[in-house]
């Protein structure tokens, strides 16, 4: 379950970064909101939470 979510938010991370024509104007605000989500589940699988 874990390493599902941490693959899932790995791949929102890298779709959410404003490298396209349509989300420049985004910012940095969907990747950082995923890195962050990326961050927390990574931390609760390690401290064995999840």
Do not use: F, K
């Not at 349509?22 to 940095?28: D, F, L, N, P």
């Amino acid at each position: 379950m874990a390493a599902i979510l941490i693959i899932l938010l790995v791949v929102l991370t890298v779709v959410a970064l404003p490298t396209w024509d349509y989300s420049e104007r985004w910012g940095y605000g969907p990747g950082g909101i995923a890195g962050a989500l990326l961050a927390v589940v990574a931390a609760l699988t390690l401290a064995g939470y999840i």
